[in-house]
């Protein structure tokens, strides 16, 4: 397991003309990694003069930000750190991703869409190959991977309602947010658990599949949540 050795804000490369981007991803990796802590109120003077920005770009991404669940927004109040998932909406998160998944598998093998073998496996053999030795760089990695996974699966399902779905869950980022409580990332689990995947999608056996998927997901859910009671 990669444990978190230290707790401070890696900067990154600010490029000509992407400075919207620039600033989206340092506050989502400050959330991600608890720098702005669930709940913290979000001073917008403060934070851009920490962050070396104007309030305009970080108006926007916090805006972004907004649409994907990681802050809140109140009238006269301003934004907030969105709170991690209790217990409860956590469990519920996953159940729908499950149902979702599953659908996604059986229509791919169902329909012979094994094309997305050669992805698939490219994106697990990355997964399983980390490029950033900070803890706070390589989760943001792994989620981002992790996530690029398991949407090439129900995109080649073909149902744009499903997909849109999905993707307005968020389901990466909030699962991301554990990891720091966690300590560490479940990379090896999750690469071996993704094989079963490939291997079963690459046999068409639809009820390994099932099960592959099944076993994926409640097992992150046992290991995201591992100082719970399940």
């Keep these: 397991m990669i444990t978190i050795n230290e707790k401070k804000l890696i900067p990154l490369k600010k490029e000509r003309g992407a400075a919207g981007e620039y600033v989206y991803e340092v506050i989502k990796k400050m959330i991600l990694g608890w720098d ?22 970080l108006r ?22 969105s709170d991690i998932l209790d217990e409860k909406s956590m469990s519920d ?7 979702i998944e599953l659908y996604a598998i059986r229509t791919v093998i169902q329909f012979n869409r ?5 992805e698939l496996r490219e994106l697990n053999e990355k997964l399983s190959s980390p490029k ?22 129900i995109r080649a399902a073909g149902n744009p309602f499903l997909l849109e779905a999905y993707e307005a869950m968020h ?11 966690r ?6 689990e999750g690469v071996g658990e993704h094989l079963e995947i490939i291997e079963a999608i690459q046999t068409r056996d639809v009820y390994r599949a099932e099960l592959a998927v099944t076993n994926h997901i409640k097992g992150a859910k046992n290991r995201l949540m591992i100082k719970k009671s399940l």
Aim: proline share 4%; glycine share 6%; hydrophobic share 40%.
């Design 114 to 118: 094994l094309y997305i073998l050669e």
């Design 60 to 81: 926007e991404a916090l805006s972004r930000l907004h649409s994907e669940k990681l802050v809140g927004f109140e009238p006269n109040k301003g934004y907030r750190v």
């Design 171 to 181: 389901i990466h980022f909030h699962q991301a947010r554990f990891y720091h409580i």
């Design 36 to 57: 702005l802590a669930p709940g913290q109120k979000i001073n917008i003077n403060s934070l851009s003069k920490e962050i070396n920005v104007s309030p305009i770009p």
């Design 132 to 153: 950033e030795s900070i803890f706070q760089e390589e989760f943001l990695e792994f989620s981002k991977l992790d996530r690029a996974f398991h949407l090439t699966i």
């Design 93 to 99: 998160l996953l159940e729908a991703r499950l149902l």
């Design 183 to 188: 300590g560490g990332i479940d990379r090896h």
